[in-house]
């Protein structure tokens, strides 16, 4: 069962990551009908308890990028896409794949930035929004994120836009082969 659970998980993710590059969005059309059947399944093949464990995995990789949607200004698409991709695999699995699609996300955005030679802005922006964040919820007050200014080298501003689902395939597919090899419960 457990390779039937990834080839959704992966393939869903493909087409998810070959639409946010070709029209910089994840479909509902997509993420709602993974969901439902994702919560289906879950419930089919263990219940109740099957589907909590469902729910709570579609929270536990839909939340934070609900959270990124919400203060960086991201695509809800991927917050719904994780959720779905939740939602289908359970939390143990979930953990490893928010872990991989988080590290392949930093990679990606890191190679990006390396690429449009705007690194330096991209690593002050984080920076500061990381203060921000701490700043507003210690103490209530905000400041300008570096996207909100200049910077002087690149001559721009604004943040990098970054097709994310190509970070979820590329998570999803790590977590996978880790998942795989680690349990060896569906490679042999």
Not at 3 to 9: D, K, N
């Given at each position: 069962?457990?390779?039937?659970?990834?080839?959704?998980?992966?393939g869903a993710s493909l087409?998810?990551?070959?639409?946010?590059v070709r029209e910089q969005r994840i479909p509902n059309a997509l993420t709602f009908p993974l969901l439902m059947v994702g919560l289906i399944w879950a419930t089919w093949m263990g219940g109740l308890s099957g589907l909590g464990e469902a729910v709570g995995a579609c929270l536990l990789l839909g939340v934070p990028y609900v959270l990124l949607f919400v203060f960086a200004g991201g695509g809800a698409?991927?917050?719904?896409?994780?959720?779905?991709?939740?939602?289908?695999?359970?939390?143990?699995?979930?953990?490893?794949?928010?872990?991989?699609?988080?590290?392949?996300?930093?990679?990606?955005?890191?190679a990006k930035a390396i690429a449009k030679k705007r690194l330096k802005f991209v690593l002050t922006s984080v920076f500061i929004s990381c203060y921000t964040f701490v700043v507003c919820v210690a103490g209530g007050r905000r400041i300008r994120l570096a996207d909100e200014r200049t910077d002087n080298?690149?001559?721009?501003?604004?943040?990098?836009?970054?097709?994310?689902?190509?970070a979820i395939f590329a998570g999803v597919c790590a977590a996978a082969a880790i998942v795989g090899l680690w349990g060896k419960e569906w490679l042999w």
């Open positions: 069962m457990a390779v039937f659970q990834w080839g959704v998980v992966i087409v998810a990551a070959l639409g946010d698409g991927d917050a719904k896409l994780m959720g779905a991709i939740g939602a289908w695999l359970g939390f143990k699995q979930a953990v490893v794949v928010l872990l991989c699609v988080a590290l392949a996300g930093c990679i990606l955005a890191i080298n690149a001559g721009q501003s604004g943040g990098l836009e970054m097709s994310y689902g190509v």
